[in-house]
């Protein structure tokens, strides 16, 4: 089987289904004869012409309002978004257009756009190229939101996302492109080529929006994460030799609830770890679903840990990343409560 690292299964992804669908066509800002700035489309445009892989102007409404025309028509775009935090432009049409054309036309159009959006920190990219929005788009009905933390489920995602008649916003850890990551920033480089979810089928496959997986099996304490912080949480467990159960959301909307509540009860404690700023995340949501419906069965509170509630920082970018030495002192914090 090959190795793949996240960008290339991404890549691979949209390759699969160009292939086999024409209707399918992949633009945004350089992705066409440039491939992307982190090579996510590299190839696409000289394999499949300029009609499927193009440039597009730098006008994010533009992009995002030309692929619903698209979608309305019956085409499939893919589109990127240079990095997540220049799509609020496009904001408008995606809350008020993509997100609610099924629900207006009584299920007359449907709109089948997938937005590409490389996300997070852990690159020194600053303010403007490290925000977690995801949150801003769990609120808006009508929108799927999917963050992979590995190629194997990153490519399965996509093909997902892409066939799906429905908008889906794909946000891309941009931190885990090139190989997974701890939080360890002063360590070596890790590669995807000795991990097994490295390990990408060439052909096509589906990864099913709407489930999680528990990445590392325990009984001690349920960690939710998802995207890059999966990684920081396996290894935070390793290291504190808390018996955590890691599990990875993969989407988190639909979110899977069914997994989340099965590892709670059983674990009676949760830890809530996620990239983005603390006041108003997404984990607010899901420590509010967990004392919803595993009350009973809690001996903690739910705690957070997540971004502060500042500007994503450049010269102090591993004081504001949610990193091993501050969820190792929540896990500790929670089995001593």
Same mark, same amino acid.
């Given at each position: 089987?090959?190795?793949?690292?996240?960008?290339?299964?991404? +890549?691979?992804?949209?390759?699969?289904?160009?292939?086999?669908?024409?209707?399918?066509?992949?633009? @945004?800002?350089? %992705?066409?004869? $440039?491939?992307?700035?982190? +090579?996510?489309?590299?190839?696409?445009?000289?394999?499949?012409?300029?009609?499927?892989? $193009?440039?597009?102007?730098?006008?994010?409404?533009?992009?995002?309002?030309?692929?619903?025309?698209? *979608? *309305? /028509?019956?085409?499939?775009?893919?589109?990127?978004?240079?990095?997540?935090?220049?799509? =609020?432009? *496009?904001?408008?049409?995606?809350?008020?257009?993509?997100?609610?054309?099924?629900?207006?036309?009584?299920?007359?159009?449907?709109?089948?756009?997938?937005?590409? #959006?490389?996300?997070?920190?852990?690159?020194?990219?600053?303010?403007?190229?490290?925000?977690?929005?995801?949150?801003? $788009?769990?609120?808006?009905?009508?929108?799927? %939101?999917?963050?992979?933390?590995?190629?194997?489920?990153?490519?399965?995602?996509?093909?997902?996302?892409?066939?799906?008649?429905?908008?889906?916003?794909?946000?891309?850890?941009?931190?885990? =492109?090139?190989?997974? $990551?701890?939080?360890?920033?002063?360590?070596?480089?890790?590669?995807?080529?000795?991990?097994?979810?490295?390990?990408?089928?060439?052909?096509?496959?589906?990864?099913?929006?709407?489930?999680?997986?528990? +990445?590392?099996?325990?009984?001690?304490?349920?960690?939710?994460?998802?995207?890059?912080? %999966?990684?920081?949480?396996?290894?935070?467990?390793?290291?504190? @030799?808390?018996?955590?159960? %890691?599990?990875?959301?993969?989407?988190?909307?639909?979110?899977?609830?069914?997994?989340?509540?099965?590892?709670?009860?059983?674990?009676?404690?949760?830890?809530?770890?996620?990239?983005?700023?603390?006041?108003?995340?997404?984990?607010?949501?899901?420590?509010?679903?967990?004392?919803?419906?595993?009350?009973?069965?809690?001996?903690?509170?739910?705690?957070?840990?997540?971004?502060?509630?500042?500007? /994503?920082?450049?010269?102090?970018?591993?004081?504001?990343?949610?990193?091993?030495?501050?969820?190792?002192?929540?896990?500790?914090?929670? #089995?001593?409560?």
């Amino acid at each position: 089987m090959p190795r793949m690292t996240m960008i290339e299964a991404i +890549r691979s992804a949209m390759d699969v289904c160009m292939e086999r669908d024409d209707d399918v066509v992949v633009f @945004g800002e350089d %992705v066409g004869y $440039f491939g992307g700035v982190f +090579r996510g489309t590299q190839g696409l445009q000289q394999k499949y012409g300029k009609t499927r892989c $193009f440039d597009a102007p730098i006008n994010e409404s533009g992009i995002v309002g030309a692929a619903i025309g698209m *979608a *309305a /028509y019956g085409l499939k775009p893919c589109v990127e978004i240079q990095f997540a935090d220049y799509m =609020y432009p *496009a904001y408008d049409q995606l809350t008020q257009e993509a997100a609610r054309l099924r629900y207006r036309s009584n299920g007359d159009f449907t709109c089948g756009i997938t937005v590409r #959006m490389p996300t997070g920190g852990g690159i020194f990219g600053g303010q403007t190229h490290s925000q977690s929005p995801e949150a801003l $788009f769990t609120h808006v009905c009508g929108l799927q %939101v999917v963050v992979p933390s590995n190629p194997y489920d990153a490519k399965g995602l996509l093909i997902a996302s892409i066939e799906n008649p429905d908008p889906v916003i794909f946000l891309e850890p941009k931190r885990l =492109y090139n190989g997974p $990551f701890d939080g360890h920033h002063d360590r070596p480089v890790t590669s995807w080529a000795g991990h097994p979810l490295g390990e990408v089928p060439a052909e096509h496959y589906v990864v099913p929006l709407g489930k999680a997986v528990v +990445r590392r099996p325990g009984s001690a304490v349920t960690v939710l994460a998802y995207g890059t912080m %999966v990684h920081v949480a396996e290894a935070t467990a390793e290291e504190t @030799g808390i018996d955590a159960e %890691v599990i990875d959301l993969r989407t988190l909307m639909p979110l899977d609830l069914d997994t989340i509540v099965t590892s709670v009860k059983k674990t009676g404690r949760c830890l809530v770890v996620h990239e983005a700023t603390l006041t108003s995340g997404f984990g607010a949501e899901l420590a509010a679903l967990v004392q919803e419906h595993c009350f009973y069965h809690l001996e903690a509170p739910v705690i957070r840990v997540a971004g502060w509630d500042t500007p /994503y920082p450049h010269a102090q970018e591993w004081d504001y990343f949610p990193g091993p030495a501050r969820v190792g002192r929540a896990l500790r914090d929670m #089995m001593e409560a």
